[in-house]
């Protein structure tokens, strides 16, 4: 079965590591010299919850969350960031309160849509956007387009991996940065070195994996 040669970084947390390979990796709108594999964060319960208890301490005591929107397959992390939000032994703003958790459809690529019984989970509600991996941000553009046209109120950017500090005027808050690996470069396609030096693509990368190549 086809393979990367993933090292696995120790963090603060017991239960979470940055787990990464180097090489030249292609995204549907970037290359990068690194993979970022967060599979585990997104499927082991363990590590959902290590990565939630990390972002909840940017969020739990100052913002309002009605609705937490999972892109990526980040339901297990939202679920369990949904629960510590909520949990009565902190002093935060959501205590005593459920928290929706939803996951949209996509529609021509990138277009965001909503059924009619999930509307009212995002119209006059504060939602914050839960992603995997923040590169290009077009993705979470999308979701905040779809968070205002469907009425509902963006209440915050989580990510575990980001490299963008902000998106359309709203914070990103992410577990791990660029500052956490010696020499991460992310390159529009067209703008790629690796590419211009003719060094070939060692796999295709999205939220779900990687196809090597």
């Known amino acids: 079965m086809p393979t990367l040669n993933i090292m696995k970084y120790a963090t603060k947390g ?11 990796f292609a995204t549907s709108n970037n290359h990068s010299n690194y993979y970022i594999d967060v599979v585990s964060q997104k499927a082991r319960l363990t590590e959902a919850k290590a990565v939630a208890e ?10 309002i969350v009605d609705t937490i929107l999972c892109l990526d397959g980040t339901e297990v992390i939202g679920t369990c960031l949904a629960d510590s939000l909520t949990r009565a032994d902190f002093v935060n703003m959501n205590a005593h309160k459920s928290i929706y958790v939803v996951t949209p459809e996509f529609v021509n690529g990138s277009q965001l849509l909503f059924r009619d019984n999930i509307v009212p989970m ?6 914050m956007v839960l992603a ?31 490299t963008k500090e902000e998106i359309g005027g709203y914070p990103v808050r992410s577990v791990f940065n660029p500052k ?31 196809s090597k190549l």
């Open 14 to 24: 017991s239960n979470l590591h940055l787990r990464v390979a180097m090489g030249h």
């Open 54 to 63: 990390e972002l909840r301490s940017y969020f739990y005591a100052n913002t």
């Open 122 to 127: 995002i119209e006059g509600k504060h939602v």
């Open 132 to 162: 995997v991996s923040v590169a290009s941000g077009k993705t979470v553009e999308s979701a905040i387009d779809a968070i205002k046209y469907y009425g509902g109120y963006v209440s915050g950017i989580a990510s575990i991996f980001s």
């Open 180 to 210: 956490d690996l010696p020499d991460y470069q992310s390159y529009p396609a067209h703008e790629c070195p690796m590419c211009k030096r003719g060094q070939k693509i060692d796999a295709l990368i999205n939220s779900h994996g990687f």
